[in-house]
């Protein structure tokens, strides 16, 4: 094969926030011809702002919001953090006497001697909880207390500003595939993929179920980027030919998995990069 450099690649990357890790990452950017993105903070902002809450049972709207705050009260996940921002203002930490984070699913505590459950619909069916609805337009986070459905809080995450050229912008530069992964429901996933023109979408998937679909896709002759933010993101950026991580609001286990740290978390810049690689590639004799 011709042997290739990248002269000044790593450097004009680097000056628009693009933190190559080596040069080769360059060269499979030049080969890639698929692109699998995660959604929660890679695609979407990950901030969650809480919409709506929905009652049932006979709960009372304080009591749903109360279960709900001290059950996330333990969890950095960005859905915990936005129904303490909204309703966990005074939290009594003696109430909370276990806590387990079910990665995927939600969170299991004990407040005040209740077992308190809150997650997503799997979580709720996989605990044989009974419950008969069906989710709107963002995320339902389910609460039940000793076994009995006491309703949701809805929470919405918005699709960030950089996310709306990306396929357009990629299939230009000659990727023939855009796809999404995300632990999210199918309806959410289903109406992102929609409103970005992704190619294809895998919701409902648990953290290790990433790494499983990447490598259903990677193959000999193309390289496959995977770009994502989260810590349960590390293997697929690990596994994929080229990771980029979330520099800014991203976890550090992705920075350090990755190949490629974008600094202003922006997707496009994934289309820039192979701008780069491209124009910096040099035959060289
Ligand atoms: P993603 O792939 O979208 O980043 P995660 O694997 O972090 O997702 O979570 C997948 C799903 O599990 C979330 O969409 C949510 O429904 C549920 N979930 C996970 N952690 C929590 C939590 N602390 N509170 C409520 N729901 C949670
Ligand atoms: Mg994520």
Redesign the pocket.
């Known amino acids: 094969s011709i042997p290739l450099a990248y002269f000044g690649g790593i450097g004009a990357a680097s000056k628009r926030g693009i933190l190559v890790k080596g040069g080769n990452y360059l060269e499979a950017l030049v080969n890639a011809d698929r692109v699998i993105f ?4 890679t695609l979407t902002e990950g901030r969650f702002t809480v919409t709506k809450i929905r009652t049932e049972n006979g709960s009372t709207e304080e009591e749903l919001v109360y279960y709900g705050a001290y059950g ?1 009260y333990y ?1 950095n ?1 960005p ?2 953090e936005s129904i303490k921002k909204k309703y966990g203002k005074n939290i009594d930490k003696n109430a909370i006497s276990a806590h387990e ?1 079910l ?5 299991k505590a004990v407040v005040n001697d209740r077992q308190v459950l ?3 619909e799997k979580l709720m069916v996989e605990s044989g909880i009974d419950i008969d609805i069906n989710e709107e337009n963002g ?1 339902s ?1 389910h609460i039940a207390v000793d076994n009995e459905y006491r309703g949701c809080i809805e929470v919405e995450d918005n699709i960030k500003e950089s996310s709306y050229n990306v396929v357009d912008g990629l299939k230009k530069k000659g990727i023939k595939e855009v796809i999404m992964l ?4 199918e309806k959410t996933a289903g109406r992102i993929a929609g409103k970005l023109k992704l190619d294809r979408y895998h919701a409902g ?1 648990l ?1 290790g179920d990433k790494l499983d679909i990447l490598r259903k896709y990677l193959n000999k002759t193309t390289s496959t980027i995977a770009v994502g933010d ?1 810590i ?1 993101d590390a293997p697929l950026l690990a596994g994929a030919d080229v990771g980029f991580a979330m520099g800014a609001l991203g976890s550090d286990a992705a920075v350090e998995a990755a190949d490629i740290v974008l600094m202003t978390d922006e997707p496009f810049k994934i289309v820039e990069s192979i701008g780069i690689a491209r124009k910096t590639r040099t035959i060289v004799w």
């Open positions: 995660d959604k929660t903070g996330e969890s996940h859905i915990a984070e990665s995927g699913f939600g969170i809150v997650g997503n995320t986070v995300t632990g999210d429901n998937l953290p989260g349960n």
